[in-house]
């Protein structure tokens, strides 16, 4: 069964606290993506990593962090920088530059919530 | 910065009817891609339609793109209550290849 999973589902958060919202993919894709999405809004880019061991970041990256050390996971830390981490996070995959492709998959999201 | 912007915000439909969403934006593209969200759940693809297409077509839907006025329209025709959702139009960021930036969305409402 392919896909993308994020998990978990809900995290609470408290003061100070680092968190960490974990990211799993089996599709193969070389690229993937965190959004983090507020009530009502779009979604606005934090991370993003075109390439195992490479990323780059998104227009709200403060307060956040990541690692590719494998092609499948891609987790985000939501530091305690980060004064207004309630949200719900989305994490994406897609083919990569190679395939042409660039159509994105999505997770089904972590809803984040301080405590 | 936000690339596509949808209108209306929200739309409310009886079932049946068609529903037509628009998104206008800002630079050149290569392509639109147009994204179904059902609340609380991630995004699903619906459409693709590159820049030298001017209407794409699948299943119910038929999406249409003007790039001379940077606009897209996504219509859902004989709408069925399971359409109620978020619908968004997301296109890639010029110099940032598989970067790609999503608008507001579009709350579609398909009343049974």
């Known amino acids: 069964d392919g896909g993308i999973t994020q998990s978990p589902k809900y995290l609470f958060r408290k003061e100070g606290q680092n968190v960490t919202l974990s990211c799993e993919q089996n599709?193969?894709?070389?690229?993937m993506y965190w959004y983090r999405q507020d009530p009502g809004q779009g979604l606005r880019l934090i991370y993003y990593?075109?390439?195992?061991?490479?990323?780059q970041k998104g227009d709200i990256a403060e307060g956040y962090s990541v690692s590719r050390e494998k092609k499948e996971s891609f987790p985000l830390t939501v530091t305690s920088a980060q004064k207004n981490p309630t949200a719900f996070y989305l994490c994406?995959?897609?083919?990569?530059?190679?395939?042409?492709?660039?159509?994105?998959?999505f997770g089904p999201g972590t809803r984040l919530l301080v405590l | 910065s936000q690339q596509g912007e949808e209108d209306p915000q929200a739309l409310s439909i009886q079932e049946g009817e068609n529903a037509t969403m628009n998104c206008s934006y800002k630079?050149?593209?290569?392509?639109l891609q147009w994204y179904r969200q059902n609340s609380g759940r991630g995004l699903v693809h619906l459409i693709l339609?590159?820049?030298?297409?001017r209407e794409k077509h699948s299943g119910r839907l038929r999406v249409t793109l003007d790039t001379s006025k940077k606009s897209s329209s996504l219509l859902i025709t004989a709408s069925r209550a399971a359409d109620t959702a978020s619908y968004f139009c997301?296109?890639?960021?010029?110099?940032?290849?598989?970067?790609?930036?999503f608008g507001t969305g579009t709350k579609l409402q398909v009343i049974p």
């Open positions: 994406a995959s897609s083919p990569g530059v190679t395939s042409g492709s660039e159509t994105q998959y």
């Open positions: 599709l193969n894709h070389d690229a």
């Open positions: 990593s075109q390439i195992v061991n490479d990323f």
């Open positions: 630079t050149s593209i290569n392509n």
């Open positions: 339609i590159r820049s030298n297409e």
């Open positions: 997301a296109s890639p960021v010029r110099g940032g290849y598989q970067k790609v930036t």
